[in-house]
């Protein structure tokens, strides 16, 4: 047993829902990932929990501190450590078995430990009083030294911490899935579903590779410089191209926002490999391929450069001709989208569809996404940024594409979660889970996007103005629901039964 | 109509709708008949499938272009461009953003005149965002720090108390940074 899986065993409650007892040869395409899902979702958990403290907050008239605590706790916990790693979890996992590579040694371990430690790191740093939200919102975290809202001791931990969830984003998840897919050697056993790269269900797993360590990598010089300046080892005279304000947040959006499109790349790219396994006439095959590989390029080439729609409303100091470059190619992505749209559809109209809980999970999860695509865009175009920009239809969109990411992955995890563990979930709650994770997710964004249609600022402490309140209960009504469907998850994974070796067989990938 | 759909928040509300209703009603419903009616594989030929890839995607560029084409004179550069190239004079207004409030040169307008806010922020990003005395948002300019000022020219057509607020979160007391433009009916 391997060093990962037992300690995955001897966590607490979420250890018995990921723990794997699957076959030992396959150990090393599961061990690291079942860590990986597992922090996820105790991680997931916790940002449950602050999200819905949040409304709270407001209607019981708490005080502001605490709601900038928790909405920078539940924004930085929701997108890095559950969905990224979650999304490195169960991808590393789908990859290495479709190429027969493992997922061992020390970059998976580092990328493990970086980003459930820089987590940590940055949640203390948070409880010690650093409230910059998720956005890092630069140069706020030095001037709120400046200004006494928080300690320079707060903002070194907490900027060490990002730095680590920076590393495992940028370099060391990358770096493992190029490793996987351009580099090791081959091993028969580990072989599980054989995919080429030029397989729609892989593609999109090397494209975003790339596009991590590459739009990622100036944002990596610049915090790094940032952070060896407030370790005192490098002078501040030295990197003023580093600390100043509109470098940092360039180098921020360029990552931010293709961390963002190279996490939907590589879920559309998941979606494909997943939909055909569960095609009623058993073709196991997407309607077309080029169509598919098409939506993916499409995808890539407009998502790099369409991170200025973050800039819009800075005019003239963004110039309009990047304006307009930002909102032609924010809707090139729909391009891409709506590509994706009909070939799926297609296959389904096609080839009629199995209805198990993990591909409703994929396609309840895409419908999310596509919905969400729409707010993307509008909130893209220039003129509706200047009415958009900073309220509540933003924070809406960010959260919808996570929790819609979130979802496509957990039905990829329901999908391979009998190879993992070597145990199998109830359909029933499989279901629920699907139904109210769906309706939730839904409610949610609607309530987020009429807010900001109403006005309502985002990471604002003060609902009770203008008659916002009304969606902070629409916000809080629908955050239940998804977290009971979360419960019912955790309650499949903690009494899923073990299978019984040789009489049910795994689900084949 | 444009003016409400270009430059209201409801008008992106309504053009969202526009969009994933239809989205909603066909993918659900192909996914509940195929699932739960009837699964069995389809006879579709395949000039059928091409000739609705090509309905759709000539849709979905159609789309693309005209909404995009309309929008444009409802750009703020756009806009600021064509009111400062008119005859009438814009009233300058000088704003300074610093946590937690701002520093106005001018805050009575009146209805009709041309008014080109030019706002920087001192110490951390800052928005400056105008709201109608009904509620919704007018504008927002986001404010960086160092890169120089925002600016755009608006003209206001309603009499009323306008309420300014941050829209970029600025730290401890961001949802307390706001302040009031008072604009009057036109005095000729
Ligand atoms: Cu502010």
Known sequence: ?509 | MLEFIYQSGWGAFTMLLLFQIPFLLVFLTVIYRKAYVDTSASTITDAKISKLRGGWLTLVIALFLVINIVGIQYIPAIYTAKAANSSVAAVDVAIEAQSWSYDMSVREFEVGKPVRFNAVSLDTVHGFAVYHPGGRVLFTMMLVPGVGESSLIYTFNEPGTYKVRCLEYCGAAHHEMSDEIIVTEASS
């Open chain 1, 1 to 509: 047993m391997s060093y990962a899986t037992s300690m995955v065993a001897a966590v607490p409650v979420f250890g018995r829902m990921f723990k794997v007892e699957s076959e030992a040869e396959l150990e090393d395409i599961n061990a690291w990932p079942a860590a990986m899902i597992m922090a996820s979702f105790i991680w997931f958990f916790a940002a449950v929990l602050l999200g819905i403290s949040l409304p709270l907050t407001q209607m019981l008239g708490l005080d502001a501190s605490l709601f900038y605590t928790a909405i920078t706790g539940h924004g930085a916990a929701m997108a890095f450590p559950f969905v990224f790693q979650l999304m490195m979890g169960v991808g590393l996992h789908r990859a290495a078995g479709c190429v027969g590579k493992p997922v061992s040694g020390w970059i998976p371990a580092t990328a493990f430990w970086m980003m459930n430690i820089g987590a940590l790191l940055f949640t203390i740093a948070i409880l010690m009083g650093l409230k910059i939200s998720y956005a890092v919102m630069y140069p706020l975290p030095v001037v709120g030294v400046e200004t006494g809202q928080w300690s320079m001791t707060s903002l070194i931990i907490g900027f060490t911490g990002i730095a680590g969830i920076l590393v495992t984003v940028i370099v060391l998840f990358p770096v493992q899935v190029i490793k996987m897919f351009f580099f090791d050697k081959e091993r028969e056993e580990l072989v599980l579903h054989r995919r080429k790269l030029s397989d729609p269900g892989m593609l999109g797993m090397a494209m975003a590779a790339f596009v991590l360590l590459i739009m990622g990598s100036p944002l990596l010089i610049v915090a790094s410089a940032v952070l060896l300046g407030l370790y005192g080892i490098l002078p501040f005279a030295w990197i003023p191209w580093a600390t100043d304000p509109m470098v940092f947040q360039f180098v921020f959006y360029i990552f931010a926002h293709n961390l963002m499109e190279a996490m939907a790349i590589m879920i559309v790219s998941a979606v494909y490999a997943t939909l055909p396994l569960y095609l009623a006439d058993g073709t196991r095959q997407l309607y077309s391929n080029k169509l598919a590989n098409l939506a993916l390029w499409i995808l890539l080439v407009t998502s790099v450069t369409s991170f200025f729609h973050h800039f819009y409303t800075m005019f003239p100091a963004l110039p309009s001709a990047l304006s307009y470059h930002g909102n032609i190619m924010s809707w090139g992505t729909g391009v891409g989208a709506a590509i994706t749209i009909f070939t799926i559809t297609m296959t389904i109209v096609k080839h009629g569809l199995r209805a198990e809980a993990g591909v409703m999970a994929v396609l309840m999860g895409f419908t999310l996404y596509i919905l969400d695509g729409v707010s993307a865009i509008i909130t893209s175009t220039v003129a509706w940024s200047y009415q958009l920009h900073g309220t509540m239809w933003q924070a809406g969109h960010t959260m919808a594409v996570l929790i819609a990411v979130a979802m496509m992955w957990m039905g990829v995890l329901l999908h391979h979660y009998p190879v993992i563990t070597g145990r199998v979930l109830d359909k029933t709650r499989g279901m629920w889970f699907v139904i109210l994770y769906t309706v939730g997710a839904m409610g949610l964004a609607y309530s987020f996007l009429a807010a900001g249609a109403a006005g309502m600022p985002r990471r604002f402490a003060s609902w009770d103005q203008e008659g916002w309140m009304i969606y902070g209960y629409l916000i809080l009504f629908f955050g239940l629901c998804m977290t009971l469907s979360m419960l019912i998850f955790f309650i499949d994974v903690s009494k899923a039964r073990r299978i019984n070796t040789g009489a049910e067989a795994a689900p084949a990938e």
